[in-house]
């Protein structure tokens, strides 16, 4: 039986054999991917028998592969390798975040199935839509920094059903590479050099993350050393007791102060209430391919849509062309329209009467929506 393949933002893992991927050892083992985080790095393109894993941080693909090789799945894989980022990579995700999944696995019959795992934040019990009324007459940042700007986090729930529906090996194994890199120190790569010093006023105005960032008062830089002490107890926890551990309890508790103290609304009870959803994925037929990608609250049929739209045209022509400025036209029409679909959808799961627009929105007729201008 193949095992499953997820297809996530940032991080992709394949346990399909015979994929080409990087190799990182000699043999034709599980391979991880050619980006380190901050930096391009050549490394020759080769097959695999057994796997591929993809993030923007080479430490983490690293992580998957191993997961890969001790007999893990994809499943494993990706929930060992987010973890990975969320602690070295947190300003791209973590599990103050979320996000959504697309996996394909084999059905009881053997025939592949594909489902769409929601665990995107959501907007605590208490919001309205009149909450950052301040930012347009104030100039404020309420919907970025600061409580109002959190929501319920989804990360460990998607994890939590990732594995249960799909995962092999044991939740705490998933866990410890995660957790011995935030506890035993990891090296400041040249993208988080970049993120520290564009976040630094932020970073130095608060005592938590000066803490870990900004050690003795001053920022660190590319090759310095980064311990997570306390997420690393945080993680520990979780990997211990499950998902549970950081909705109730007193993680929770100290999670919704610090929120709250911040200006923020979330309370206990939108923590607990939290669950991550799984959906069934939107899928098109495009120049002969069948495509899936997730439905709303995802952009995901925005896309599709638009190649809907492009498919009623010539394929592309190339840079070198005279014809591109025709092409690239036609690209910004066709996302301008799909775009401009998606004011209409909304989160199937707060409002009523929208679950059906990811599914029709990719299916018109294409010619009848972008105008083609010379």
């Given at each position: 039986?193949?095992?499953?393949?997820?297809?996530?933002l940032?991080l992709?893992v394949?346990?399909?054999?015979?994929?080409?991927?990087?190799?990182?050892?000699?043999?034709?083992?599980?391979?991880s991917?050619?980006?380190?985080?901050?930096?391009?790095?050549?490394?020759k393109l080769g097959?695999?028998?057994?796997?591929g894993?993809?993030?923007?941080a080479?430490?983490?693909?690293?992580?998957?592969?191993?997961?890969l090789?001790k007999?893990?799945?994809?499943?494993?894989?990706?929930?060992?390798a987010g973890?990975?980022?969320?602690?070295?990579?947190?300003?791209h995700?973590?599990?103050?975040?979320?996000?959504?999944?697309?996996?394909?696995?084999n059905?009881?019959s053997?025939?592949?199935?594909?489902?769409?795992?929601?665990?995107?934040?959501?907007?605590?019990?208490?919001?309205?839509?009149?909450?950052?009324?301040?930012?347009?007459?104030?100039?404020k940042t309420?919907?970025?920094?600061?409580g109002?700007?959190?929501?319920?986090?989804?990360?460990?729930?998607?994890?939590e059903k990732?594995?249960?529906?799909h995962?092999h090996l044991p939740?705490?194994?998933?866990?410890?590479?995660?957790?011995?890199?935030a506890?035993?120190g990891f090296?400041?790569n040249?993208?988080?050099?970049?993120?520290?010093?564009?976040?630094?006023?932020?970073?130095?105005?608060?005592?938590r993350?000066?803490?870990?960032y900004?050690?003795?008062?001053?920022?660190?830089v590319e090759?310095?050393?980064v311990?997570?002490?306390t997420?690393a107890?945080t993680?520990?926890?979780?990997?211990?007791?499950?998902?549970n551990?950081?909705?109730?309890g007193?993680i929770?508790?100290?999670?919704?102060?610090?929120?709250?103290?911040?200006?923020?609304?979330m309370?206990?009870?939108?923590?607990?209430?939290y669950k991550?959803i799984?959906?069934?994925?939107?899928?098109?037929?495009?120049?002969?391919?069948?495509?899936?990608?997730?439905?709303?609250?995802?952009?995901?049929?925005?896309?599709?849509s638009?190649?809907?739209?492009?498919?009623?045209?010539?394929?592309?022509?190339?840079d070198?062309?005279?014809?591109?400025?025709v092409?690239?036209?036609?690209?910004?029409?066709?996302?301008?329209?799909a775009?401009?679909q998606?004011?209409?959808?909304?989160?199937p799961?707060?409002?009523t009467?929208?679950?059906?627009?990811?599914?029709?929105?990719?299916?018109?007729?294409?010619?009848?929506?972008?105008c083609?201008?010379?």
């Amino acid at each position: 039986m193949k095992l499953p393949l997820l297809l996530p933002l940032l991080l992709t893992v394949s346990s399909a054999p015979h994929l080409h991927a990087s190799p990182i050892l000699p043999d034709d083992g599980p391979t991880s991917h050619l980006r380190q985080s901050g930096d391009l790095v050549s490394r020759k393109l080769g097959g695999s028998k057994h796997g591929g894993v993809a993030t923007e941080a080479a430490p983490c693909s690293d992580i998957g592969v191993d997961i890969l090789k001790k007999g893990g799945n994809a499943a494993d894989a990706i929930i060992a390798a987010g973890l990975c980022v969320g602690t070295i990579a947190a300003y791209h995700s973590g599990i103050g975040g979320g996000g959504f999944m697309l996996v394909r696995y084999n059905d009881p019959s053997g025939k592949f199935a594909y489902e769409n795992i929601d665990f995107r934040e959501t907007m605590p019990a208490g919001g309205n839509e009149t909450m950052y009324a301040a930012d347009a007459t104030q100039n404020k940042t309420l919907s970025t920094i600061g409580g109002l700007a959190v929501g319920v986090p989804g990360e460990l729930r998607g994890w939590e059903k990732l594995h249960k529906r799909h995962g092999h090996l044991p939740w705490k194994e998933l866990f410890k590479p995660a957790i011995k890199l935030a506890r035993h120190g990891f090296k400041v790569n040249v993208d988080l050099a970049e993120a520290i010093q564009q976040g630094k006023s932020f970073i130095l105005n608060d005592t938590r993350w000066a803490e870990v960032y900004a050690p003795n008062g001053t920022l660190l830089v590319e090759g310095d050393t980064v311990y997570r002490k306390t997420y690393a107890n945080t993680l520990e926890q979780v990997s211990w007791y499950g998902a549970n551990r950081f909705y109730y309890g007193n993680i929770a508790k100290r999670t919704v102060q610090a929120i709250r103290a911040a200006g923020g609304i979330m309370t206990m009870q939108d923590m607990g209430n939290y669950k991550a959803i799984v959906r069934t994925p939107v899928n098109i037929t495009y120049r002969g391919a069948r495509i899936f990608s997730t439905v709303a609250p995802s952009s995901g049929a925005v896309v599709l849509s638009a190649l809907k739209i492009l498919e009623g045209y010539q394929a592309n022509y190339t840079d070198s062309q005279p014809q591109i400025n025709v092409t690239t036209h036609r690209l910004l029409e066709a996302t301008q329209f799909a775009y401009g679909q998606r004011t209409q959808y909304g989160d199937p799961a707060f409002v009523t009467n929208v679950a059906y627009l990811p599914v029709d929105v990719p299916t018109p007729a294409p010619n009848d929506f972008v105008c083609e201008c010379d």
